[in-house]
């Protein structure tokens, strides 16, 4: 299984160009099966302290993970998405339909 974790977008203050809020999700795919997780993590204005103009993916995903949003929890819920996927516990349908 692969995860990706990526910024989707950033709410920044235009006056000063600090980071208000980071947009995030999580993907993982496995074969033909995949899960995603969408979120967002704010801060107070004035935190994190470094510029709009000078940020990377890598150092606002480092920011998200330190606010608070667990990581390996995040990834255990997509890993036991796909589980189900792969072994569903329940299904729908009606038994005159079936093929």
Known sequence: MT?????????RNTANG?????????TAVDGDYSASIYSTCGWAE??????????????????VWANGVD????EDALAANIALQKNPVTA????????
Do not use: C
């Open 3 to 11: 995860i990706t974790w990526t910024i989707s977008t950033l709410d």
């Open 92 to 99: 729908q349908g009606t038994p005159w339909s079936q093929a």
């Open 46 to 63: 004035g935190t994190p302290t470094i510029p709009y103009a000078d940020l990377t993916q890598e150092t606002v995903l480092n920011w």
């Open 18 to 26: 600090f980071v208000t809020t980071a947009h995030w999700r999580a």
């Open 71 to 74: 990581k390996q929890a995040t």
